[in-house]
């Protein structure tokens, strides 16, 4: 008898392989049958007739870092067809952490992830904080060594450069990260701390998981220029031995996406093994912080306040919005609630009601208000200048997505899988369906060794999702964000169903801890 039984599917595998009609059998957590099964018992059936049967759909660039804590069951991930989480990217989250530094984190990242102080129950190491999801959450999770949280632990918070020491306890750091179930290192090269790192501290620092083949995992340093700083990476990757792996990949010309796929195609792939994520939308989006001059950070995050007061820091805040297009960046979410009523506003609206005052000293006085925590959304026109990318054979998904309930968040955290099944695959047919299923599961699964996942063969894990190709939509837009995808009807984690007939199974927590290389 089987657990449950997935009858009449078209099965899409995650390996590229021709579909095939088939019906699937469970027992456990595991798939031990793939055929017509014929007169068979099981606990639970679903028919799939009709529907498309792949592998769990990987998201490698989240930032549920914290939601999942307070809300184990993301629907608005699930909906689409997530089964597993990746998280601690842009080298920033909760760990490790010290107690010296755990505070400046939580403070750091209010919003982007969202955890409060009282949230802190003591964990330091980065399997402390991992372990806290495992069996606790709907889908899997999985993650990287957060490069700034190892940085400012060797060398405290400030634009110092590592001595021999320092390095060496870095390169420590990394490879218990790897020890403790790790994918990779992952930095955010425009983030606190971590943008103070040279060319040759990050080699050193890779070169800690170059014996497990770990990933480095980069958000590059995009206000050098994207291309500059995928040169970096490419340069880092080949000088420490490693893969290298490019987040959040856009171009804003197409003159610049064609320069980034010529260096791609021409010299990244012969150089190291390389991918990159991309989420299917132009709109971006980050903390507003971000956009400050990096010198803000030189005494850390919490001596951080007292500088926006500083008058030359100012000054070079306003060139920089002296550059940009205040109207199409909008206030996505604050922590305060006087202030939620500005949550879509754009910025250009919002310095228009004190019009003597000029746009850096609005926007530090509003993030003095906000304890630094302001989530942005940056619009552009959805010119589809990433369909380049996502048709790339070295793309993967990876949504970016931020989550806020209260806020008006970008759109990618509702919609992006569903995006790329209804816009670039139904829509513009840019790959074919059995390419759409390998850059949403098996590629990255095979890419960050999540053994025995990402694919639809008997003994692999039973991470699955049933999906009508005909209707599959993602209803989220920058107006209306909170908008569920439709189209996804089943999901499955670990043999359990986490979603059924498009609806949340209530209680279901089979999600696991994923560990590199590890069943």
């Not at 420490?240 to 792996?245: D, L, R, S």
């Not at 306003?318 to 879509?344: F, K, V, Y």
């Not at 979603?499 to 949340?504: D, S």
């Amino acid at each position: 008898m089987f657990d449950l039984l997935i009858r009449n599917g078209l099965i899409v595998d995650g390996q590229k392989r021709p579909r095939y009609a088939a019906d699937i059998g469970v027992v456990g957590d595991r798939i031990v049958a793939i055929e017509r099964l014929g007169q068979v018992e099981a606990q639970q059936t679903i028919d799939a007739q009709g529907k498309v049967v792949a592998p769990g759909f990987i998201d490698v660039h989240t930032h549920s870092d914290a939601i999942l804590l307070t809300q184990p069951h993301l629907l608005s991930k699930t909906t689409q067809g997530f089964t597993t989480e990746f998280l601690m990217l842009d080298g920033i989250s909760y760990a490790p952490v010290s107690r010296q530094t755990v505070h400046a984190w939580i403070q750091y990242l209010r919003a982007l992830d969202g955890l409060r102080f009282e949230q802190y129950t003591g964990w330091e190491s980065i399997a402390d904080y991992m372990w806290l999801f495992d069996g606790k959450t709907a889908q899997n999770v999985a993650t990287f060594v957060p490069y700034a949280n190892v940085r400012t632990l060797a060398l405290g918070f400030g634009t110092r450069q590592a001595n021999d020491y320092q390095l060496v306890d870095i390169q420590d750091m990394v490879r218990q990260g790897m020890t403790d179930g790790a994918c990779g290192l992952s930095t955010g090269l425009d983030y606190v701390d971590e943008c103070f790192a040279s060319t040759d501290e990050l080699v050193y620092a890779s070169q800690g998981m170059r014996a497990e083949k770990g990933v480095y995992v980069t958000h590059v340093r995009y206000a050098r220029g994207t291309l500059e700083g995928v040169k970096e990476a490419v340069e880092i990757g080949k000088r420490a031995g490693v893969p290298v792996h490019i987040s959040h990949l856009k171009g804003n010309s197409e003159a610049e996406v064609e320069a980034l796929i010529d260096y791609i195609d021409l010299v990244a792939v012969n150089e190291v093994d390389f991918s990159f994520d991309v989420y299917p939308y132009m709109g971006s989006s980050t903390m507003l912080q971000y956009l400050l001059p990096p010198e803000i950070w030189e005494n850390g995050v919490l001596a951080a306040y007292g500088k926006l007061t500083d008058v030359t820091l100012r000054d070079r805040f306003q060139r920089r919005l002296d550059t940009m297009d205040l109207a199409e960046i909008t206030i996505a979410w604050t922590p305060s609630r006087h202030n939620r009523h500005l949550c879509g506003m754009t910025l250009e609206h919002y310095l228009r009601r004190t019009p003597r005052r000029r746009a850096a000293d609005a926007l530090c006085d509003l993030l003095i208000e906000e304890a630094m925590a302001v989530l942005l959304v940056f619009h552009r026109e959805e010119a589809g200048l990433e369909a380049e990318f996502v048709a790339h054979p070295c793309y993967m998904m990876g949504s970016d997505g931020i989550f806020f309930a209260n806020g008006k968040i970008h759109p990618r955290q509702y919609g992006s899988a569903t995006r790329l099944l209804s816009h670039h695959l139904r829509r513009k047919r840019l790959f074919s369906l059995e390419d759409a299923v390998y850059k949403l599961s098996g590629f990255a699964a095979t890419r960050f060794k999540l053994k025995s996942r990402g694919a639809i063969r008997k003994e692999c894990f039973a991470d699955l999702v049933i999906f009508d190709p005909e209707t599959v939509h993602d209803n989220a837009t920058f107006d209306e964000p909170h908008q569920l995808s439709t189209g996804v009807e089943h999901v499955i984690v670990n043999g359990v169903p986490i979603l059924a007939y498009g609806k949340p199974v209530a209680g279901a927590a089979p999600g696991r801890y994923l560990r590199y290389g590890i069943e």
